[in-house]
Nanobody, 121 residues
Framework: QVQFVVSGGGLVQPGGSLRLSCAVSGSIFSLFAMGWYRQAPGKQRELVAVVTSGGNTNTADSVKGRFTISRDNAKNTVYLQMNSLKPEDTAVYYC???????????????WGQGTQVTVSS
């Protein structure tokens, strides 16, 4: 059982900023990657940014220079600082992690609740 606590979504004007937060807890034996995906209306879910336990990051080209992912390993929390938001950033943002629930298992993907980000004037 993996639990997510997600916060930070909302309505913001173009050019504004939001900060998403996701804390993971529960039956986590080893926590590897954490990050964010998003799904806009009529589109497939896409990766926004991900960070590994070692600090390596992968960020979508569409948000590079505007979004920054960070991670607090002590709190099992991942953040997404979103600046210079555009209307096309409007989507449901999903917290993601890759983790082992047991020491003998294989890593699995887990998904948290979605939080709505709306960029509109």
């Amino acid at each position: 059982q993996v639990q997510f606590v997600v916060s930070g979504g909302g309505l913001v004007q173009p050019g504004g900023s939001l900060r998403l937060s996701c804390a993971v807890s529960g039956s986590i034996f080893s926590l590897f990657a954490m990050g964010w995906y998003r799904q806009a209306p009529g589109k497939q879910r896409e990766l926004v940014a991900v960070v590994t336990s070692g600090g390596n990051t992968n960020t979508a080209d569409s948000v590079k220079g505007r979004f920054t992912i960070s991670r607090d390993n002590a709190k099992n929390t991942v953040y997404l600082q979103m600046n210079s938001l555009k209307p096309e950033d409007t989507a449901v943002y999903y917290c993601y992690c890759n983790a082992k629930s047991t020491g003998w298992g294989r890593p699995s993907d887990y998904w948290g609740q979605g939080t709505q980000v709306t960029v509109s004037s």
